[in-house]
């Protein structure tokens, strides 16, 4: 299985960005796959940002997005997005991409850097 995240970058506090990922190599359909989003900032352990289970299922958010990200997949490319708004600068992490059919599948990240 090969996840490829895409999108981060620098941008200023209060700016937004869409991070993609794409997969590919995987042995089941995609849409029986849950997909997640995780970050991790420095010094700090990686967290859970949002996630997508498998055959239809509605986006769950980390409570402390308070609603500025929104997640979605699209079952025919096999990706999914995150777009984030009203960065700030604790959204600071490399984020990573997760693909879950009962083993888990990493990307290896995307900067995104929230910065004036």
């Known amino acids: 299985v090969q996840l490829v995240e895409s999108g981060g970058g620098l941008v200023q506090p209060g700016g937004s960005l869409i991070l993609s990922c794409a997969a590919s190599?995987?042995?089941?359909?995609?849409?029986?796959?849950?997909m997640n989003w995780y970050r991790q900032a420095p010094g700090k352990e990686r967290e859970w940002v949002a996630g997508i289970s498998s055959r239809g299922g509605s986006p769950e958010y980390a409570d402390s997005l308070m609603g500025r990200f929104t997640m979605s997949r699209d079952d025919d490319k096999k990706t999914v997005s995150l777009q984030m708004k009203s960065l700030k600068s604790e959204d600071t992490a490399v984020y990573y991409c997760?693909?879950?059919?009962?083993?888990?599948?990493w990307g290896r990240g995307t900067q995104v850097t929230v910065s004036s």
């Open positions: 997760n693909m879950v059919r009962f083993t888990n599948y």
């Open positions: 190599g995987f042995a089941f359909a995609f849409d029986t796959y849950g």
